[in-house]
């Protein structure tokens, strides 16, 4: 099957009834849209729905394509000032919006992050935007916690091989946070992170399960109780998300470019996953089959690894 959910392009042709967008506007493709009829979508959770289209879920083929066929209303003309490959990147910011308003991050509170990938990345940098004064990622790969501080975090910590408890203690104790996290946010789905995560939230504190590991876990549901915890899951974008992660982009609140290592031509597209896939980068670009590479910059399309 075709791969790719991230993406961005530039409209070639529109529907009659299309009124919102006209041939050469330069969009973010949100890839998946909903039947917009069931009780998730009209309670204005579509990201719910049981009909969902998905770009790259079976039996649904990805963007990773020179045409792209997507309902107007699920794709967002980026503004002058974003370009195409920061368009393409707007899919995992948004995931990251949904995750940072799913924990209701609010101006002056700390937030722990588990999980310094992409999108806990970005989740760091909306829940900066959000106004959150401490911001701290953790993970266990020194490099990624290295990038971590040069985009939005103000504290990070190496994840050590001991018990979440402890990881907790030490997190705690490297952000100055004797009383707990306001928010913390799993963007790892890795279960020592989740366990000790329940250990770092502060009583009556906020937790947000972002990340996907395995179907079941082990769970420290006492922490969970004894601090009446509120916790939420967090799948994918909803109403508002793309928009608002535009807007960040846009207002340079939040800087997508960071994260390209660069752009590849489609037909080194196995070689952009290799390096992903090893690790070397955090997100590399591929261009659509039908378009031509001026160094790292794109003609009019392109799509993630």
């Known amino acids: 099957?075709?791969?790719g959910h991230e993406s961005a392009g530039t409209v070639v042709e529109a529907g009659a009834a299309v009124a919102t967008l006209k041939v050469g506007d330069r969009v973010a493709l949100e890839p998946g849209y909903p039947c917009r009829r069931c009780r998730a979508c009209l309670g204005g959770h579509y990201n719910l729905c049981p009909d969902m289209?998905?770009?790259?879920?079976?039996p649904?083929?990805?963007?990773?394509a020179g045409f792209w066929a997507a309902p107007a209303d699920f794709c967002y003309r980026l503004p002058d000032a974003v370009s195409l490959q920061e368009g393409a990147l707007i899919e995992p910011l948004a995931v990251a919006v949904h995750i940072a308003r799913q924990a209701q991050v609010s101006p002056g509170q700390s937030v722990v992050v588990m999980g310094a990938g992409p999108v806990g990345l970005l989740?760091?940098?909306?829940a900066r935007a959000f106004g959150a004064t401490t911001v701290v990622a953790v993970d266990i790969v020194p490099s990624k916690l290295e990038f971590a501080t040069s985009f939005a975090a103000t504290h990070t910590y190496l994840s050590q091989r001991?018990?979440?408890e402890e990881n907790a203690r030490n997190i705690l104790a490297e952000?100055?946070?004797?009383?707990?996290?306001d928010v913390v946010i799993d963007a790892s789905g890795a279960e020592p992170s989740i366990q000790a995560s329940l250990h770092v939230v502060r009583v009556g504190g906020t937790y947000v399960q972002g990340g996907m590991g395995k179907p079941d876990i082990t769970f420290p549901i006492m922490a969970l109780c004894l601090k009446e915890v509120t916790a939420r899951g967090s799948f994918r974008y909803g109403s508002g998300d793309y928009k608002l992660a535009i807007d960040l982009v846009a207002a340079g609140r939040v800087d997508v470019k960071r994260l390209i290592d660069g752009v590849v031509a489609f037909k080194d597209a196995e070689e952009a996953f290799r390096k992903v896939h090893e690790g070397?980068?955090?997100?590399?670009?591929?261009?659509?089959?039908?378009?031509?590479?001026d160094g790292d910059k794109l003609d009019a399309a392109a799509a993630p690894a």
Do not use: C, Q, R, S
């Open 1 to 3: 099957m075709v791969l």
């Open 53 to 58: 289209v998905f770009a790259a879920t079976p």
């Open 60 to 64: 649904y083929d990805g963007t990773l």
């Open 123 to 126: 989740v760091g940098a909306v």
């Open 162 to 164: 001991v018990a979440p």
């Open 175 to 181: 952000a100055g946070l004797p009383a707990g996290a």
């Open 280 to 293: 070397k980068v955090i997100k590399i670009l591929i261009a659509g089959p039908n378009e031509k590479i």
